[in-house]
């Protein structure tokens, strides 16, 4: 896809757990305007201190975009944990005048299922066993003191975050009143579609979903990077 730089949109990207903006650059190659947005404590921004909720996550995002792109509509575009806090992002940058478009929600459970597959971790040990199993982290990486004083405490943070989101809350009650498009692996061991399905439940606008081959980190595909963009840019016209 060729960039227009006159198109008068963005779409932000919001990170899984643990993860990092850089990953997602291959979208610049593919959306018109993108800025990846990084977690507070995490790569390049690993001199802040973590944060240990979603609703101080959704703050400092929130306050970040306000200062940046509160002129032009966006779209916010979630992978994993990222699409929870772009969900509930949305409601607060409505009452405050932005103009939320669309989200756009890739390998992630709504609210009501988040954690699912986290339960079972408990203490550092079984976040490496975890990491090897889906093979997202190098053997050799995950017994190294680089691995353990840098890349460990937020992914251990990320995950608890995510495993205390549904505490005292009553997310059947809480609907956005934008579009969600959904995205899915078709071989995501991590969140099935029937969770992916629930998304509906969370809005009072249309629901799509679309199957992309691959495991839960499918987004990083330079083919699905295409797939999805291209989706992404018909809400841009």
């Not at 756009?104 to 079972?120: K, Q, T, V």
């Not at 889906?134 to 017994?143: A, F, W």
Request: one cysteine or more; a neutral charge; charged letters at 20%.
């Amino acid at each position: 896809m060729i960039k227009d730089k006159s198109c008068a949109t963005k779409c932000i990207i919001l990170p899984c757990a643990g993860g990092c903006a850089a990953n997602y650059n291959k979208y610049k190659h593919f959306l018109p305007d993108v800025t990846i947005y990084e977690y507070p404590g995490h790569w390049t921004r690993y001199r802040e201190g973590l944060v240990h909720s979603v609703s101080a996550l959704v703050e400092d995002f929130v306050t970040r975009v306000i200062d940046a792109e509160q002129d032009m509509p966006l779209y916010l575009f979630g992978h994993s944990m990222g699409g929870i806090v772009a969900w509930s992002a949305v409601e607060k940058l409505l009452s405050m005048g932005v103009t939320v478009a669309g989200l756009y929600i890739a390998a992630c459970s709504p609210p009501s299922e988040s954690g699912d597959f986290l339960r079972e971790i408990k203490n550092d040990n079984d976040i490496k066993l975890f990491l090897a199993k889906i093979r997202q982290v190098p053997s050799k990486v995950l017994e190294s003191a680089f691995f353990r004083e840098n890349l460990l405490p937020s992914i251990k943070n990320d995950f608890q975050m995510i495993q205390n989101l549904s505490d005292g809350c009553i997310w059947s009650e809480r609907k956005i009143n934008i579009p969600i498009t959904c995205f899915y692996g078709q071989d995501d061991s991590l969140v099935p579609y029937s969770n992916i399905q629930k998304w509906k439940e969370f809005t009072e606008k249309e629901t799509r979903f679309f199957a992309c081959r691959g495991n839960h980190f499918f987004v990083y595909d330079t083919t699905n990077a295409n797939y999805i963009s291209n989706i992404i840019s018909e809400g841009f016209k």
